[in-house]
Structure formats: C-alpha cells, structure tokens
DNA sequence: CCTACCGATCGGTAGG
DNA sequence: CCTACCGATCGGTAGG
C-alpha cells in the first residue's frame, strides 16, 4: 500500500505541486480515507521527501547502464544522452517534480540534489576537459558550466514537452520525437562541431 | 497602490507559486489586511492573472530593442541573445514566473501564454530557414524545434540560476556570469559552427 | 481601506 | 486501516 500511495503521491506532487497537493487529494487518489495516508507517511512532508527519494534512487539504479553507454561504441555522448533521454520519456514526471524541486524555494531539498549532482558535475567536466586535451572538444567550452546547463535543458524540456509539443502543433508525437531530436543535437553540436565517429 | 501590491504578489508567486501564496501572505507584505488586497483584485486568481499580464507587457515593451538588435551590428543573433539576457537577468523572477506556469498546469493560462508565443516562433524559425538557405545556419537544425528548445533553455536557465550557481561553487556572481557566458556560446554554437561575424 | 466574520478545507491526532 | 474530531488557516463577504 505504501507503493500505491507514493505512486499517486509523485504523479500529483509532479502535477500540482507541493502546496498544490493536499493529503486528501492523495488518499482519494489512492481509495484511502486520509488518515491512513498519513499511517504509512506520518506527515505531508515525509510523504514529499520519499516521493523525491524514490526519484533519485531510480536514477541510481539506471547509473549502470549509463557509465556503460559511457565507455562503449563510437559516440559515447550520443550513448549517454540517449540513456537521459531514455529514463525521462520513460516518465516525464520525474523531470517536472525535479523542476519543482528546484523552483520551490525549500534550500533543503535543493542541498541534498546539489549533493547527488556535485560528483557528476566533476566527473562530467572532467571527460570535456579530457576532449578539449584530445582536441575531440571546442576549446571555448566551459566544462563546468556546459554540465550544468545541459542538466538544465535536458531535465526542463523533458518537464515542459507537453507546452512545448502544443505550440509545435502537428501529431503530438512527432511533435515530442522533433523536440527531443534537436535536444540531442543541439547538446552534441555544442560540444563539438561535428560528430565524434567519424564516417562509418 | 494596486503596484505595490502587483510588485510583491509577484515575487511572491515566482518563489512560492500560486498554490503556495496565500492572500494573507501579499496583504502582510504590502502592509494591508487582506480584504484590501481582494479589494484592489476581486480574487486570487485575478491577481495572478495581473502578474503573468505584466511580464508579458514588460516583455511587449522590450520586444523593439529585440528587433533593433535583431536588424543591426554584425552578429545578429548575438545582439538578441544579449537583450533577452538582459531581460531575465533584470529581473529573474520573471523566468521563474513563467516556469511555474507552464509546469503548474492551468491549461488556460498555458493558451494564454503559447497565443504570446506562436508568431515568435513563427518569424524566428523564418529567420533560421533564411539562414539556412544562405548557408549560414548548418543544414541540419530544425527550425521550430530549434527556437522552442532555445526558449526553454533560456528560461529555464534563469528559473534555475541560483541553484545553478550554487552547484557550481565560488563566488556566485562570477559563477552566475560563467553560466550566462556558456548559455550564448551553446545556443550560437548549436546554429553555426563558428561567429557569424568573421574577422573585424 | 478596515474590523468582524463566513463556510470550507487544511494537516494532523485520538482512539479504536 | 477507519470514524470522529481538533485548531488553524484558507479565499472571500458584509458592512461601514
């Protein structure tokens, strides 16, 4: 029962936000009457804190995969953004919440994702730095900065594909599959002005 | 007095949202009780209605600099880029404003806003088909994909600017100008390979 | 522009 | 896991 109600509990938080969502909305959501949501999550908050834990621990779990797409074939960052991009069309919800994270104000919530993002943020900005030595990567990159605003499109345009396939028009589908593609294009070409492999 | 209270109704639900701004909450920052609040705004969702109607207002009046900067100087795009810059950087509250009502739901609010947005797109992806015609943009970006991912990177990018500096580290003015610096770069980069401009 | 007040709903508790 | 209930606060109204 708990998984149902931190399944209901992500799909409104990611929706409506935190404020926007009461225990109520959660329980009826689930077939609870409210007090026993707040049983298996004594408050409002600790319901929210595991809502975001879970996110981050499924993004944990799709590590492996990631370092591996990392280290494999002849586009590495084509493979590693093909993961990212895998875990949010997968479930989009995990890039509104975390949109919510960081727009809602609490510094809490902020601190514990800058703890999970700081050792990415090295080891990323370390591989472009390695690119730029290889002379594979744009000298003008500035490898901090790029990681940081890749993060930064990549988890917002997952968050506002809705908004941003509507004002697209055409087939919602492929309005999202031409989103994502110049997502993925526009991260590459930044990094280097052609694609890494070479011809085939 | 309806703009102090605009004013702070305004900082208020970029930071807080609407759902997490309580009327009594702008009365107290104003200095009024709350029945003059909903005195000057009949509701709630009056007055966050005046608020999203004022950044796009503010956004109208910047809109002939844009187009100034969009006609002039050898780098056109770098001049745009530079006035929206501006236009966020001025204000940053305005980004997470507009980030919160995209991903805060209100389907009417999100029309309101893609009505505001369609002819831009429209004319920018013009602009980018032209470019791409003279061969001066590569071959291979989509147009209206390209200026819809442009527009959440650099909202989004200013939404998240605090939190964003603070993962990066050091003095967060420096970090803030870092990040500014590496958004332009990717977003011209992500167009043509090197300045429009050529050697002065 | 204020005081006084409304019904509804909030997160959460008591007790079983 | 439920019913019954708590004080606090919500958006908004009446009346001046």
Redesign the interface.
């Known amino acids: 029962m708990k998984e149902r109600i931190l399944e209901e509990a992500g799909r409104l938080f990611a929706?409506?936000?935190?404020?926007?969502t009461t225990v109520q909305a959660v329980a009826d959501a689930v077939g609870l009457a409210k007090p026993s949501v707040i049983y298996w999550y004594p408050t409002k908050k600790a319901l929210q804190d595991a809502v975001v834990d879970q996110v981050l621990l499924e993004w944990r779990q799709t590590l492996p995969r990631v370092l591996d797409a990392a280290s494999s074939g002849a586009d590495r960052l084509d493979n590693v953004l093909g993961e990212v991009v895998w875990f949010f069309s997968q479930a989009p919800d995990r890039a509104?919440l975390l949109?919510?994270v960081?727009?809602?104000?609490p510094t809490e919530l902020?601190d514990r994702?800058?703890g999970h993002?700081?050792p990415w943020?090295a080891l990323l900005a370390a591989y472009v730095r390695e690119g730029q030595q290889a002379g594979r990567v744009?000298a003008?990159?500035?490898p901090?900065?790029?990681v940081?605003?890749v993060v930064?499109?990549l988890?917002?345009?997952f968050?506002?594909a809705e908004?941003?396939a509507?004002?697209?028009g055409g087939d919602p589908d492929s309005a999202r599959e031409?989103?994502v593609?110049?997502?993925v294009?526009?991260i590459k070409?930044?990094l280097h002005?052609e694609p890494e492999g070479g011809t085939p």
Chains 1, 2 share one sequence.
């Open positions: 929706t409506r936000g935190y404020a926007g509104r949109t919510r960081v727009v809602d104000d902020r994702l800058q993002l700081r943020l744009r003008d990159v500035d901090e900065a790029w940081i605003e930064i499109l988890i917002s345009s968050a506002a908004v941003a509507g004002v697209l031409r989103l593609g110049e997502l294009r526009m070409r930044s002005p």
